[in-house]
């Protein structure tokens, strides 16, 4: 959509930096007095018409000048109204034939602006002030036209400073919206993921509860041990959904049926590894679960720059000493020759 608004926007400007050189260019050709030198007067025309397309038309890949046509459109500005000063009589220079170079040369620092060459655009305005000035005189070059050179010049370089700024608030805005649209779709996959988690915990704890209810809180010991296992399923898909598959599901599984206690814990330490890794994570987490003991097994995953996943298991179920600990294994976020395991 921008870029079909650009190519409007710059069409309907050149037909009409076209149409302004065509008229200046027809001003200069309507003599009213014959000039003394007029193969000067051509060739000022001449060199104008031909610079001045050069200068619109040229080069329509980019919108900023070449250097090389931008130099050649400020001596242009020096060249002409000496041309046509030296082709009329004193006399004759303050006709309206005469003056067309002004307005002609306004135009063309104005494009010189648009076409981002402000330096060039001012420089072959102050040119044209100059050369008027001497051979007008400041007053007479002001009354005949240089008063509304200076006025496009100014205009063209405000429009051009908002324009630019519009583009880079369009781009700003569009940055937005595609931040907005990512957002929007990490949430649509979050709800999706909620809602398959709560579907499983459906799944898990339904037919526990129902037993409940129906036996009025009366279980024997089978149906503590599975209710037991069911709030451990639905704690661990809460607290570590990343880190399970249903390897490491079975392992917790097994962990807890012949005693342990398994406490799972995610705070983001598998972000930004490749599925491939995570893949070879989980199974890894899986065979050391499947060799744990009966004790407190802790599986904490932070956000190390190193270690994605940390097992830790203690001999006791409330043991707090740091000498208790018989399970250390972690987890590289990235495959090493060598684990860093320790046993005691």
């Given at each position: 959509m921008?870029a079909?608004?650009?190519?409007?926007?710059?069409?309907?400007a050149?037909?009409?930096a076209?149409?302004?050189?065509?008229?200046?260019?027809?001003r200069?050709?309507?003599?009213i007095?014959q000039p003394t030198?007029?193969?000067l007067?051509?060739?000022?025309?001449?060199l104008?018409l031909?610079?001045?397309?050069?200068?619109?038309?040229?080069?329509?890949s980019t919108?900023?000048m070449?250097?090389w046509?931008?130099?050649?459109?400020?001596a242009?500005?020096a060249?002409v109204?000496?041309?046509v000063?030296?082709?009329?009589?004193?006399?004759?220079r303050?006709?309206?034939?005469?003056?067309?170079?002004?307005?002609?040369l306004?135009?063309?620092?104005?494009?010189?602006?648009?076409?981002?060459r402000?330096l060039?655009?001012?420089?072959?305005?102050?040119v044209?002030v100059?050369?008027?000035?001497?051979?007008?005189?400041?007053v007479v070059?002001?009354?005949l036209?240089?008063?509304g050179s200076?006025?496009?010049?100014?205009?063209?370089?405000?429009l051009?400073?908002?324009?630019?700024?519009?583009v880079?608030?369009?781009?700003r805005?569009a940055?937005?919206?595609?931040a907005?649209s990512?957002?929007h779709?990490?949430?649509?996959v979050?709800?999706?993921?909620r809602?398959?988690?709560?579907?499983f915990?459906?799944a898990?704890a339904g037919?526990?509860?129902?037993?409940?209810?129906?036996?009025?809180?009366?279980?024997?010991e089978?149906?503590?041990?599975?209710?037991?296992l069911?709030?451990?399923?639905l704690r661990?898909e809460?607290?570590?959904?990343?880190?399970?598959?249903?390897?490491?599901?079975?392992a917790i599984e097994a962990?807890?049926?012949?005693?342990?206690?398994v406490?799972?814990?995610?705070?983001?330490?598998?972000d930004?590894?490749?599925e491939?890794?995570?893949m070879e994570?989980?199974?890894?987490?899986?065979?050391?679960l499947?060799s744990?003991?009966d004790?407190?097994?802790?599986?904490?995953?932070?956000?190390?720059?190193?270690?994605a996943v940390?097992?830790?298991g203690?001999?006791?179920?409330?043991?707090?000493?740091e000498?208790?600990?018989?399970?250390?294994?972690?987890i590289?976020?990235?495959?090493v020759?060598?684990?860093?395991?320790?046993?005691?």
């Open positions: 921008g079909v608004v650009n190519r409007t926007v710059r069409s309907v050149t037909s009409l076209v149409g302004f050189a065509l008229y200046f260019v027809a200069g050709v309507w003599w007095e030198a007029p193969l007067m051509v060739l000022a025309i001449a104008y031909a610079v001045v397309n050069l200068a619109i038309l040229g080069h329509p919108v900023r070449p250097l046509t931008a130099l050649l459109a400020l242009t500005s060249v109204p000496a041309l000063t030296l082709s009329l009589a004193p006399s004759d303050t006709a309206p034939f005469a003056t067309w170079y002004i307005g002609a306004g135009l063309l620092a104005v494009v010189c602006v648009v076409r981002r402000p060039i655009g001012w420089a072959a305005l102050a044209l100059a050369s008027a000035s001497v051979a007008l005189g400041i070059a002001l009354n036209g240089v008063v200076i006025m496009w010049v100014v205009v063209a370089q405000l051009v400073m908002f324009w630019d700024r519009a880079r608030d369009t781009e805005l940055e937005i919206q595609q907005v990512a957002w779709a990490t949430q649509r979050r709800q999706r993921e809602r398959l988690r709560t579907q915990a459906l898990v037919p526990v509860l129902s037993r409940v209810v129906a036996t009025r809180g009366v279980l024997d089978e149906e503590r041990l599975e209710a037991r069911a709030e451990g399923r661990d809460l607290r570590g959904a990343e880190l399970l598959n249903d390897d490491v599901r079975n962990a807890r049926r012949r005693g342990a206690s406490t799972v814990f995610d705070e983001g330490g598998l930004g590894v490749g491939s890794r995570r994570i989980r199974d890894e987490l899986a065979a050391v499947t744990a003991g004790g407190r097994i802790i599986i904490r995953s932070g956000r190390d720059p190193i270690v940390t097992v830790v203690r001999a006791g179920l409330r043991s707090s000493d000498d208790a600990v018989d399970l250390w294994h972690e590289t976020r990235e495959p020759a060598e684990k860093r395991t320790r046993e005691s």
